[in-house]
């Protein structure tokens, strides 16, 4: 459902919102004492002067510097806010073409005629927040997306520059590369067609999710080496970005920057995907719930998956990891202007069993989003996502949810059937989250702690 009326009316109240934060709050907050002298640097011109504490790359400084060229503005701290805010007005655009592609249908003729669906995606709690302040997230998450959009497309190499730009804001992007390539073939493997009077073409063995089994992976792996040869022209691109990555890797001496590197040290934390599909449903149960039955059949479907044996030997091992891979990251504890903060004190430290008894809820979540996502897909499309969340939350020492924004923005694209009642509801939960959440960080500081936010 694309109109031309709402996207206007999206781009007024992200300017009205915009406008309250930065009469409220003035001076850089959290993170923006970092990020904003550095960006005034570059401005200035002074491109040699680096701020030893931050970890991230310069991309946010450069697309300010290049709207500071453009538009003539000034690099102060309501004009720099300003360059995220106009990537989460572009993300409508984005997002509307990648959804497009997922639920197989035309995307609106016009680019500046967004569907409500991906207006309301926009509107992701987490993406909706830091769309206000100088951070580097939404930038990051549109550059993401438009590279999956321009690799769904065929476009490999404009998905290479916009993969390449996307690391320019975090190092972890590479990442999302290659999962937008590997998603675009695929799509294109599952659906290409031999031309007439043409051989036979190799098979992926890739049956549909929701009919495969553990069996079905082996054979789709021992598939694979049938069709790598199809798959190699397209990624001539994007080798070009892997090779300007490791250069880089090379040239710094790791992948982190010389920043606060003690703090942000890769770990196994393996807890952090737990945490990822438990969010991921905290703020998609709309989604979640609006399939085929409702709730109901959601949790039918999910209670049909959960076998006793296989349930308790997955939460055994689920319940190890725990043990052994649970991180109480300093910042955490620290820090009470975080909602993470309260979460792991007065729920996670509440009793030591409670880690292990919320086990079972996170295989539970699990399976609801592969019931939700595999509707109508194949077994590697419904998989390639987690494949490819592994390397960027597992080595992340601290619970922070702005980590889970790129992973759930692209798995909740997937789900190709919400309907319109679904997507009223879903937009009516991110508003209620959003409205609280930004009420309590503008409104409601609290005497010698601050403000509160993600």
């Known amino acids: ?118 207006m309301a995606l926009s509107a992701f709690p987490l993406t909706w927040f830091y769309g206000f302040l100088y951070y ?37 992007n590479i990442v999302w590369v290659l999962y937008a390539y590997a998603t675009s073939q695929l799509m294109h493997l599952r659906f290409r067609r ?9 098979k992926l063995h890739d049956p549909l999710a929701l009919e495969a089994s553990p069996g079905d992976l082996i054979q789709s792996i021992k598939s694979a080496p049938k069709v790598i040869f199809d798959l190699l022209p397209a990624f001539l691109p994007y080798t070009l970005v892997l090779a300007a990555f490791g250069a880089f890797v090379v040239w ?36 979640l719930i609006s399939g085929p039955g409702g709730a109901q059949g959601l949790v039918n479907g999910v209670r049909s998956r959960m076998r006793v044996l296989a349930t308790t030997v997955t939460c055994g091992i689920m319940c190890m990891t725990v043990n052994l891979f649970t991180i109480h990251h300093p910042f955490l504890l ?70 889970f924004l790129i992973p759930y923005v692209l798995m909740r694209a997937q789900v190709d059937d919400v309907p319109e009642s679904g997507v009223f509801l879903e937009t009516g939960w991110y508003a209620v989250v959003n409205a609280v959440t930004m009420s309590v960080f503008l409104y409601l500081p609290r005497e010698g702690v601050g403000r509160f936010m993600w």
């Open 334 to 403: 620290s820090d009470n202007r975080h909602y993470t903060f309260y979460v792991w004190r007065r729920i996670f430290m509440l009793h030591p069993l409670v880690p292990y008894l919320l086990v079972p809820i996170y295989l539970a979540c699990t399976w609801a989003w592969f019931l939700r996502i595999s509707h109508d897909q194949t077994l590697l499309q419904t998989l390639l996502l987690p494949a490819f969340v592994i390397p960027t939350l597992l080595p992340t020492p601290l619970l922070e949810p702005r980590y």
């Open 1 to 118: 459902m694309a109109d031309e009326s709402l996207y206007p009316i999206f781009c007024s109240i992200v300017v009205v919102v915009l406008k309250q934060v930065n009469t409220i709050v003035s001076e850089p907050y959290m993170d923006e004492p970092f990020h904003i002298p550095q960006a005034q640097a570059y401005c200035r011109g002074e491109y040699a002067t680096w701020d030893p504490k931050i970890t991230t790359p310069p991309g946010l400084y450069l697309l300010s510097l290049i709207l500071k060229r453009v538009f003539l503005v000034k690099c102060n701290v309501s004009m720099l806010r300003l360059t995220p805010t106009l990537t989460l007005m572009l993300l409508p655009l984005a997002l509307t073409r990648l959804l497009a592609f997922h639920k197989r249908v035309q995307p609106p003729s016009s680019v500046l005629s967004p569907t409500f669906e991906a």
């Open 136 to 172: 580097t997230e939404v930038p990051s998450l549109l550059s993401v997306v438009m590279t999956v959009m321009f690799a769904t497309k065929g476009w490999h190499w404009g998905a290479a520059v916009a993969g390449m730009i996307s690391c320019t804001f975090r190092q972890t």
């Open 194 to 202: 031999a031309a007439a009077g043409q051989p036979e073409l190799p």
């Open 252 to 287: 710094n001496g790791g992948i982190v920057l010389e920043g606060d590197k003690v703090n942000h040290t890769p770990v196994l934390h393996v807890p952090q995907l737990y945490y990822f599909v438990a969010a991921a449903t905290f703020f998609g149960w709309p989604v």
